[in-house]
């Protein structure tokens, strides 16, 4: 082979290693679901203060419970029980959600009452069924602990204030990212990251229309919805009527926002030891199978049940690196 040709098959060789010298990604399938990032670029010094304070019962008014009480570091950033107690050893009424991945959502709490994460730490700071505190006592109580206050002075500027606590804990959780999972991998060019199976449920979860509420990176959490679209699912429910199945309605105080919801993650669906806002359902089948029934209007078959739940399992990323690390005991 004479030597410019020898030069052609060499550049030629050159240009089709050029994504893989660079490092480039793969091309992302186009689909409803988006995969997460794989991390988050946070100052260390502030995520480990916000994680203290997350495990923090000062941050309570009875000095008895903590974020991390209802968003359990322990168990998937969620609670273990039906619902979370708060400050005073109230019930809250509603399932609490798990803290993962909820940068992601398009608002924040069940009824989507506030946009930020900055603004769910304010508002769950002040909630009289969550952590029932104010902040001239929560600051008072923060500043006789020396150590902490020095934490604060050399990381922050103003040292330790209102936006100095909510910062801590907001660049915490923004770190808590459950990237990696199959389905993710998946997304990313990886063809044998999924099973059969899997590939098989998130083809039915595409074609019965689940897809329509729960797609985007958090595979639901960036729209509202009503619950009972295809029926009424709080008759047949046969119980009580709460406040906190009113959902949207409660800010709005329009009839057509009567149990309407920020739509929930999918993401740790798998995990759940309850699913609903009301915690009315123990068994990841039995929440599809009345999914099915009151958001689309369809009986599913169980062996459709038992692949779209090998989907949502797919779903299950890698825990982030806080929930590896020993709790705090408050002081």
């Not at 960036?222 to 409660?250: E, Q």
Request: some cysteine; overall charge negative.
């Amino acid at each position: 082979m004479c030597r410019d040709a020898l030069i052609v098959v060499f550049c030629l060789a050159t240009l089709l290693l050029l994504p893989s010298l660079s490092g480039a990604e793969p091309k992302i399938r186009d689909e409803p679901i988006r995969p997460l990032p794989l991390s988050s670029a946070e100052n260390p010094a502030k995520v480990d203060l916000g994680w203290q304070l997350f495990q923090d019962k000062r941050l309570s008014a009875s000095g008895q419970v903590s974020c991390s009480s209802c968003h359990r570091l322990d168990y998937y950033g969620m609670e273990r029980e039906a619902f979370s107690i708060g400050a005073n050893e109230q019930f809250e009424g509603i399932k609490t959600p798990t803290v993962i991945n909820s940068q992601f959502n398009f608002r924040q709490f069940w009824d989507g009452r506030v946009v930020t994460l900055a603004e769910q730490v304010e508002a769950t700071i002040e909630n009289q069924l969550e952590l029932n505190n104010n902040w001239q006592q929560l600051l008072f109580r923060l500043r006789q602990d020396g150590v902490l206050r020095q934490q604060f002075e050399q990381i922050y500027e103003q040292g330790l204030d209102k936006n100095s606590v909510v910062d801590a804990i907001v660049t915490f959780e923004r770190t808590l990212i459950s990237s990696n999972s199959a389905f993710d991998r998946w997304l990313r060019g990886e063809e044998s990251a999924l099973s059969k199976k899997a590939l098989q449920g998130y083809a039915l979860f595409k074609s019965y229309g689940c897809i329509s509420c729960h797609q985007g990176q958090n595979v639901g959490g960036n729209m509202f919805a009503r619950m009972g679209a295809m029926g009424n699912y709080f008759i047949d429910r046969n119980d009580d009527m709460k406040r906190s199945d009113l959902g949207l309605f409660t800010l709005t105080d329009h009839e057509d926002d009567k149990h309407v919801f920020k739509v929930p993650s999918l993401r740790f669906a798998a995990l759940n030891r309850y699913f609903f806002h009301d915690a009315s359902v123990d068994s990841l089948q039995e929440a599809i199978q009345i999914m099915g029934k009151y958001q689309l209007g369809r009986k599913l078959p169980e062996k459709d049940i038992v692949l779209i739940e090998a989907f949502l399992k797919s779903l299950l990323g890698d825990l982030p690196p806080a929930f590896s690390k020993p709790t705090v005991v408050s002081q």
